[in-house]
């Protein structure tokens, strides 16, 4: 079973840029497909991105053009690179991982991942 870490929140302004990392442990991470979701105070936790075991990745339309999902399975880590954030990109960022899909497979659901991490705070402010 795999433990996952977040880190590299904080506060931002708009406009500007954070690089979020996932750090797994536990597991072989080559063999997780990995998803980052958020969840802002009321609203229920929404997808991300995500990246598939051969690094293809899938985004959320509200982000797309905006983030970049990345992974490094030498270091054991999925990033996160979140440009031009937005006030509405403000939420609890979650790392989530799965190792039952094929190579090439992008879950995107919640559903669909069995391991989470404890969440980063990203702020940005006006």
């Known amino acids: 079973q795999v433990q996952l870490v977040e880190s590299g929140g904080g506060l931002v302004q708009a406009g500007g840029s954070l690089r979020l990392s996932c750090a797994a442990s536990g597991g072989t991470f080559s063999s997780y497909a990995m998803g980052w979701f958020r969840q802002a105070d009321g609203n229920e936790r929404e997808f991300v991105a995500a990246?598939?075991?051969?690094?293809?990745?899938s985004y959320a339309d509200s982000v797309k053009g905006r983030f970049t999902i990345s992974r490094d399975n030498a270091k054991n880590t999925v990033y996160l690179q979140m440009n031009n954030l937005k006030l509405e990109d403000t939420a609890v960022y979650y790392c989530?991982?799965?190792?039952?899909?094929?190579?090439?497979?992008?879950?995107?659901?919640?559903?669909?991942?069995?391991?989470w991490g404890q969440g980063t705070q990203v702020t940005v402010s006006s």
């Open positions: 990246i598939s075991r051969s690094a293809s990745a």
């Open positions: 989530a991982g799965d190792d039952g899909y094929w190579y090439a497979y992008v879950p995107i659901e919640r559903s669909q991942y069995r391991y």
